[in-house]
C-alpha cells in the first residue's frame, strides 16, 4: 500500500506519494514582501520626480529584490516533497530539485533547532553521501503537548513527546518515507544499521533534539535537556 499525506492525513492514492508543502509561509511571508515591493515601488517613483536618481535606484533595486522574495516564498509553499518507489525528491529553494535513490539514504528524521521565538522542527533525509537534506513539509508548531510547551534558548532542548510529533505531518511523512526505504534495502540496509539522525552533522547550538520514526526522540549530544524533562530518548509508539 502506498499513501499520501493531505491536509494532515495519509490515505492510499497509487504509487507515488505527494507531501503537503509549507503553504502558511504563503500567509506569514508573502504579504511582507507584497508590502515591501509596493512601497519601495512608490519611493522610486517620488524619488524620480524629485530628481534624486540614486534613490530612485536604490528603491528601484529594493523593489526588485521583494518581488523575488515573493518568488520564493511561492515556490517554497507550492512545490511537494515526493516519494516515489525508488528516489525521494526535494526541492532545492532556488531552482531544481535533489533526487535521491531509496537505497542511498542512511536514515530519516526530524530534528529540533533550539533558537528562542525562531525554535523549530524540520523534516530531513540522510544520503550516504554529502550532509542532511531538509524537506519542505510542515513540521509539528511545537514538541509536546499543552502544560509542557516552550522555546528554548540556544544549547536548551525542548520537553520532548514522541506522538506528538509523530502526529504532524512532518511526523507521518517520515514514518512513510522510512517504511518505503526498509522495503527497498530490506533487513541489512543502511537504514537498519545506521542513525544518523541522532548523531550526525550537528550544528553545535543550534540543532538540539532528534525524533525518529522508529520510535526514539532524546536530546542530541552536547545539548542540555529542558529541566525535569524525563522523556528524553525513550521509545514512543511505533
Request: aromatic share 6%.
Amino acid at each position: 500500500m502506498v499513501y499520501v499525506i493531505r491536509a494532515g492525513y495519509v490515505r492510499p492514492v497509487g504509487h507515488v506519494v505527494r507531501f503537503p508543502p509549507r503553504r502558511v509561509l504563503l500567509l506569514l511571508l508573502m504579504p511582507t514582501y507584497l508590502f515591501a515591493a509596493v512601497l519601495a515601488s512608490w519611493a522610486a517613483e517620488q524619488a524620480l520626480a524629485d530628481g534624486q536618481l540614486a534613490t530612485a535606484v536604490a528603491a528601484g533595486v529594493a523593489a526588485v529584490a521583494a518581488v523575488g522574495g515573493c518568488g520564493l516564498v511561492l515556490r517554497a509553499a507550492c512545490l511537494r516533497v515526493v516519494l516515489t518507489e525508488s528516489a525521494v525528491i526535494a526541492p532545492r529553494l532556488l531552482h531544481g530539485r535533489r533526487t535521491v535513490p531509496l537505497d542511498e539514504i542512511v536514515d530519516i528524521g526530524l530534528r529540533y533547532a533550539s533558537a528562542g521565538r525562531g525554535s523549530a522542527w524540520a523534516a530531513c533525509v540522510w544520503p550516504a553521501e554529502g550532509r542532511r537534506i531538509r524537506l519542505s513539509i510542515p513540521p509539528p508548531s511545537f514538541s509536546s503537548p499543552n502544560g509542557k510547551r516552550q522555546r528554548p534558548g540556544p544549547g536548551v532542548a525542548p520537553a520532548l513527546d514522541w506522538a506528538y510529533v509523530a502526529d504532524s505531518p512532518a511526523g507521518r511523512a517520515a514514518i512513510v518515507i522510512a517504511r518505503r526505504v526498509a522495503a527497498v534495502q530490506g533487513p541489512n540496509g543502511r537504514w537498519s544499521t545506521m542513525r544518523r539522525e541522532e548523531h550526525a552533522d550537528i550544528p553545535r547550538g543550534v540543532d538540539t533534539a532528534f525524533w525518529s520514526p522508529t520510535g526514539r526522540i532524546g536530546a542530541l549530544p552536547g545539548a542540555r535537556p529542558a529541566p525535569g524533562d524525563r522523556t528524553a530518548g525513550r521509545c514512543g509508539p511505533g
